[in-house]
Nanobody, 120 residues
């Protein structure tokens, strides 16, 4: 079945940058909306950024102006460029994609999560 594989997380100092990648693979007919979520310890996952197939984007207020979501439809890959990172951005980041298995069948798939740690 479909898998979303994330990469790009790591440890960075405040003010630094990281670029997360998430590639969907498997029995894919097409990929619709994609997005990035993050989860702080003991809290629910929150939407960080989302992007439609056509390129429309949405961001949580706390990352506006610092993060940029983009995608490569040909590669079924979504990216999250994170600049001016702050310690409060420290979390596990998960990608999500609405994956179509046929023209009329779809499900929301999740990546395995990648740790982003920002030191002060």
């Amino acid at each position: 079945q479909v898998q979303l594989v994330e990469s790009g997380g790591g440890l960075v100092q405040a003010g630094g940058s990281l670029r997360l990648s998430c590639a969907a693979s498997g029995s894919i007919f097409s990929v619709n909306g994609m997005g990035w979520y993050r989860q702080f310890p003991g809290k629910q996952r929150e939407l960080v950024a989302a992007i439609t197939t056509s390129g429309s984007t949405n961001y949580v207020d706390s990352v506006k102006g610092r993060f940029t979501i983009s995608r490569d439809n040909a590669k079924n890959t979504v990216y999250l460029q994170m600049n001016s990172l702050k310690p409060e951005d420290t979390a596990v980041y998960y990608c999500k994609a609405r994956v179509y298995y046929s023209k009329n069948t779809y499900n929301d798939a999740w990546g395995q999560g990648t740790q982003v740690t920002v030191s002060s």
